[in-house]
């Protein structure tokens, strides 16, 4: 094993292992001690690695945040060939919930950091903006409570998807997407200040063809 994968090894067993005792006790009471006796690397290594716990916090948070973006313009090169398409991006965000899910239990559960949910509930909320403002919907008083119920939507399955000890329970990503998405789909169909957009984008390349919004309004280009 070459440096460079012993290095990989030891972060990731010293990540692993805090990810374990934050589910057996408060986050802000772990210590270099503890997870370097239970992670089997040396004090030195972790101190070459980071600064302390609250760096290895810092380093599980920010790249399951990255992890959890839930929306990216048309053209970002972060999310490939489904940047731009709503409900693809919803998909792709339940999947990472469920791909991660033990991370996720760790940071939200009661012993995990509570700053973290704020985190990512102030992100989900500037994502479904600029989708909202993809879809060229209007900035007018409606639309910051549109965003609030879809962002406590994400939220509150996201939460139960973690909670759910039966993993054969667990919904494809899919199915957890369409619940999601059904709120905005309801605002684009019945609201009369909300712009018609193809059956594409409001639910997916997968939805059903022959669907339409039941009126005549000029429909938004994707």
Same mark, same amino acid.
């Given at each position: ?133 993809? /879809?060229? @919907? *209007? +900035? ?11 962002? =406590?939507?994400?939220? $509150? ?34 609201? /009369?200040? @909300? *712009? +018609? ?11 059903? =063809?022959?669907?339409? $919004? ?9």
């Amino acid at each position: 094993m070459d440096s460079g994968s012993r290095a990989s090894t030891a972060r990731r067993a010293v990540v692993e292992t805090y990810i374990d005792l934050m589910e057996e006790k408060p986050y802000d009471s772990i210590r270099v001690k503890e997870l370097v006796e239970r992670s089997n690397v040396a004090r030195s290594t972790f101190y070459v690695h980071f600064r302390d716990t609250i760096d290895v916090l810092e380093g599980i948070e920010g790249t399951l945040l990255g992890l959890l973006s839930l929306y990216r313009s048309d053209g970002d090169a972060y999310k490939g060939d489904i940047a731009g398409m709503p409900f693809e991006c919803m998909e792709n965000w339940f999947e990472v919930c469920i791909e991660h899910e033990r991370v996720l239990r760790a940071l939200i559960g009661p012993h995990g950091d509570p700053y973290f949910t704020v985190r990512l509930q102030n992100q989900i909320r500037q994502e479904l903006n600029q989708m909202m403002d993809d /879809d060229r @919907a *209007p +900035r007018d008083r409606l639309r910051p409570y549109y965003v609030e119920l879809l962002t =406590a939507s994400y939220i $509150g399955l996201m939460s139960y998807i973690v909670k759910e000890k039966n993993k054969s329970e667990y919904l494809e990503a899919h199915e957890l997407a369409s619940i999601a998405n059904s709120t905005r789909a309801a605002y684009y169909k019945l609201s /009369d200040k @909300a *712009p +018609r957009l193809s059956e594409e984008r409001l639910l997916g390349a997968k939805a059903p =063809a022959g669907e339409d $919004g039941g009126d005549d309004r000029p429909e938004t280009a994707r």
